[in-house]
């Protein structure tokens, strides 16, 4: 009996504990970053590793620009070791290349139809829209219109966003009611994309729902609320925090918000990661959806709270493993709210750090932390948006209690540092 075949998209190290060599044979393309931090071993037991090139920069959709490489590259994989079983995503830029690969060789899992609208913002949230739920206002920057845009969009709003309607990590993302700055950043960016969102900018908090549908049925849900904003984090370099919530009320509210976000784009199965602004629980503003699990390393905090590894199921989504389903409404009465806070390098280059400040006595409800120790060298990178010198896990029984203690690092942690060249 032969092996299963499965060909692994972006960085294998996120999913290299889930390998079984035993019973699954590997074929990878990925980045030549990626390729870099790939254990040797794993290097040595696949068939073969083709590499990208790729930008020195972020890019989400940085695979989806070598398409054409991508399924050549499939094809020669299919061509010497035969055909492919299953095909995994790993994180957001092997999204949709691993979905049209997919369908390019007839293999089961999310496909290009339904994938497309999950890497372009401007056409989830009009599928979104379309299915009658609430949005904000949206349009798609027009190359030989926009200055009538924005003038239409700061007529109506006294803040506005503008974004590359494929990226991620709050990349290229400018929030401002400055007309020459919208201006001048809608002209960047038009050199690199003609898919631009202009957006009504909304003050409300924040939340992010994390799940695994499964043939139509929710089998996992977390739900969380940001404190502070992931654009703050990369552009700002101010802390980021998320606290796991543990109402049933919201948790019903939650699940059924995320099935209709799920019908509106007529995908069954997806593990994925949906933010929506909350006016209040009966009402929620969808702010956009992923089709992965979620970054920052939440999904730790998720795994220690409610024992269900999300990046596991995502890898055995795409492989076509059953789900464990861990949703109930009695595991949530066994739950405490928990938060984690990320600290990021204070400046966009490499430092070496000296010091710390602020943690002769940590609040008592922290309930664990790792920091970059003094001597540590942390590299820059423009690739990875959420490099970190800190994180703190906190548990307390009170959302604002978790709230209060984020507070209280904020002000109190500090990192002494020097440049790096």
Known sequence: MR??????LGDVHSVSAYMDFFENEYSIITSEYEYRSMAAAIKYAVNVAYKLATPDVFDASCFEHRMDEVLAYAAQIVEQFGPLDCVVATHEHTVLPAAIIRTHFQIQGLQANEAYALRDKNKMKQKISEYGLPIPKFAHVEQHHYPQQIDDFLNQFDTIVIKPA????SQGVLVTSNKDKVQLHIEQLLQQTNNISLEQYINLPTMHIDGVMCKGDIHFLSVSSYVGSCYNFVHHRTNIGSVIHNDKQLYDRAKQYAEQCLAA????????HLELFEQDLDNFIFLEMAGRYVGAGMTKLIDNVFGFDLVKASYDLDCLHPIDRNYSETMLATIKPSGVLLIPSPIKKSIRVKGISGLGELPH?????????????????????????????????????????????????????????
Do not use: C, W
């Open 3 to 8: 092996k299963r075949h499965i060909l692994i």
């Open 365 to 421: 409800n922290v309930a664990a932390s790792e920091f970059a120790g003094p001597g540590s060298t942390i590299l820059f990178s423009n690739i990875e948006s959420f490099k970190t010198l800190a994180r703190i896990t906190i548990t307390d029984d009170t959302i604002a209690s978790i709230k209060s203690t984020m507070a209280q690092l904020n002000d109190r942690v500090q990192f002494v540092y020097e440049e790096v060249q």
């Open 265 to 272: 784009f007529q995908i069954e199965s997806l593990v994925f």
């Open 166 to 169: 494929n990226q991620g990590g």
